[in-house]
């Protein structure tokens, strides 16, 4: 990936990120989406929160290169803007239209939905998008100097795809998409922390405190372990109070498989170059995990729950 347009998005983060809000809404509402005329009704609406949350996810990649231009001038000069292939201004300017981009489609989904009468809750998805960009302008410059803080406000920002996904057509909470929730939390927040190890140097010289540069590596890893682990243990509790099938029991093993092997390489292993890799690897396993979570959406109603 050649583009320094592309890379400063960071599109497999991004398609992440928005894969959570259309995986929640299909976890959540399984029925709409058997019938092909109700998932025909709401597919402008699905168009929307795909572009919407796309461009939501990459302005906070975007606005963290910019607000980051002295640390990636250490810890990563490769970066599109401390390599000189986009200027700083640029990155800004950006960084500014994917939000309004985001927004718009948020007021567009409400709007769509109302005008069609299908009952999608209106005002979820202006105020989501409203509180994203919010916080993602927030993290960018503030909370992301605060070590866990930081951290913390990512994932929370994972959750909210989630949440969103659960609220924007019943405005009912599911017990089974939030469980999906708590796993994919755990999972990215023990990823941002771990980040960290690779990034001592250049946050040190530019005070940014983490939890890497207080307690160091070795401490570091050992609670990003123990914070990954619990997506385990979350990801289990669908199955005695959501009524999760056999298909979902199936799959999530191995995405525990995979979870347990980051855990331990973990602390086995926690270079930075090593810590690189792990941070690929629970991005696949986030990846890998939505797809068991799809398949619970669409498979779930005609197989039989573990506990009936």
């Known amino acids: 990936m050649t583009n320094p347009w592309i890379r400063i998005m960071r599109p497999f983060n991004c398609l992440l990120l928005t894969m959570c ?15 092909a005329s109700q998932l025909l009704a709401h597919l402008p609406s699905l168009i929307m929160i795909f572009i919407g949350g796309w461009a939501l996810s990459a302005s906070a990649m975007v606005l963290n290169d910019y607000f980051d231009i002295e640390v990636d001038k250490i810890n990563d000069p490769k970066r599109p803007i401390p390599s000189g292939e986009i200027t700083p201004k640029q990155a800004l300017t950006f960084g500014i239209i994917l939000i309004i981009i985001g927004i718009l489609m ?40 605060f070590s866990i803080i930081g951290n913390l406000a990512v994932s929370v920002g994972v959750w909210m795809g989630f949440l969103y996904g659960d609220l924007v ?11 999906m929730a708590a796993a994919a939390f755990f999972l990215n927040f023990g990823r941002e922390v771990s980040k960290g ?23 570091t890893a050992i609670i990003s372990s123990a914070i990954i682990f619990l997506a385990i243990p979350a990801s289990i509790i ?12 199936f799959s999530i093993n191995v995405i525990q498989a995979l979870v347990l092997a980051v855990s331990i390489w973990m602390l086995i292993d926690y270079r930075p170059e090593t810590i690189k890799k792990i941070k690929y690897m629970v991005l696949v396993t986030m990846l890998l995990a939505l797809i068991a979570f799809s398949l619970e959406a ?9 506990i009936p």
Do not use: H
């Open 21 to 35: 809000a259309i995986v929640g809404i299909m976890v959540s509402n399984p029925e709409e989406f058997q019938v």
């Open 197 to 219: 190890i690779m990034d001592v140097e250049g946050d040190r010289e530019n005070n940014v405190t983490t939890v890497a540069t207080s307690l160091g590596p070795k401490w």
């Open 298 to 306: 669409f498979l779930g109603l005609i197989v039989s729950p573990v």
């Open 169 to 179: 057509l019943d405005f009912q909470i599911s017990p089974l998409t939030q469980c």
């Open 106 to 145: 948020g007021i567009g989904i409400d709007l769509y939905e109302f005008l069609n009468g299908s009952g999608l809750q209106i005002g979820v998805s202006i105020v989501t998008s409203v509180i994203c960009a919010i916080m993602a302008a927030a993290y960018t410059r503030y909370m992301k100097r």
């Open 238 to 249: 669908p199955i005695f109070i959501a009524e999760a099938s056999w298909v979902y029991l």
